[in-house]
T-cell receptor, first 112, second 115 residues
Framework: TQLLEQSPQFLSIQEGENLTVYCNSS?????LQWYRQEPGEGPVLLVT?????EVKKLKRLTFQFGDARKDSSLHITAAQPGDTGLYLC????????????FGAGTRLFVKA | DTAVSQTPKYLVTQMGNDKSIKCEQN?????MYWYKQDSKKFLKIMFS???????INETVPNRFSPKSPDKAHLNLHINSLELGDSAVYFC??????????????FGSGTQLSVL
């Protein structure tokens, strides 16, 4: 079974603080994705990382794929209340196919 | 223009009933999915169809039967509903990126409550 473990499960911070969310697995993934989900809505794709060691930036969000393609991190700089939401990492196993599995999510709350 | 739309948004029903959830995507994708999100927000894949063919069936009870009349539609029928079926069900679609990761586009979910 290929599992994606996210940490922390819950994070409550003040506006302006930085934070990092981690996504780890013992398995190799051909790619990892990060999604953000708001209440009452479906997850929305933020980024896909494919190459080991890859770093992608999306405004104040920085995503990194581990060299061994088993883990990823999401770093938010100067968090804002609008960043509040559920962040999900997801991965496509190295065996290919159409199966995307999800981590349990990190619930982020940014206080003004 | 909603890319992936599913109906209904809310579904409240009694144990033992049969219900259906409909999903349509206008993105031209060839793969569609049903995911179940439990109360702890864990998303678990149930089914996947590629070009109307079932390619993933994740040990879901036989009471759940997906149907894909064409590439743009994937419906989910549930027989003999049980309390444990209460959850949010998400439809999603994706296009084949050639091994560079499936990019999923989700509907807004159907919150099913079985009483």
């Amino acid at each position: 079974t290929q599992l994606l473990e996210q940490s922390p499960q819950f994070l409550s911070i003040q506006e302006g603080e930085n934070l990092t969310v981690y996504c780890n697995s013992s398995s190799v993934f051909s790619s990892l994705q990060w999604y953000r989900q708001e209440p009452g809505e479906g997850p929305v794709l933020l980024v896909t990382v494919v190459t080991g060691g890859e770093v992608k930036k999306l405004k104040r969000l920085t995503f990194q794929f581990g060299d061994a393609r088993k883990d990823s991190s999401l770093h938010i700089t100067a968090a804002q209340p609008g960043d509040t939401g559920l962040y999900l990492c997801a991965g496509t196993p190295n065996t290919g196919g159409f199966k995307t599995i999800f981590g349990a999510g990190t619930r982020l709350f940014v206080k003004a | 223009d909603t890319a992936v739309s599913q109906t209904p948004k809310y579904l409240v029903t009694q144990m033992g009933n049969d219900k259906s959830i409909k999903c349509e995507q206008n993105l031209g994708h060839d793969t569609m999915y049903w995911y179940k999100q439990d109360s702890k927000k864990f998303l678990k894949i149930m089914f996947s169809y590629n070009n109307k063919e079932l390619i993933i069936n994740e040990t879901v009870p036989n009471r759940f039967s997906p149907k894909s009349p064409d590439k743009a539609h994937l419906n989910l029928h549930i027989n003999s509903l049980e309390l444990g079926d209460s959850a949010v069900y998400f439809c999603a679609s994706s296009f084949n990126t050639g091994g560079r990761g499936e990019k999923l586009f989700f509907g807004s979910g159907t919150q099913l409550s079985v009483l």
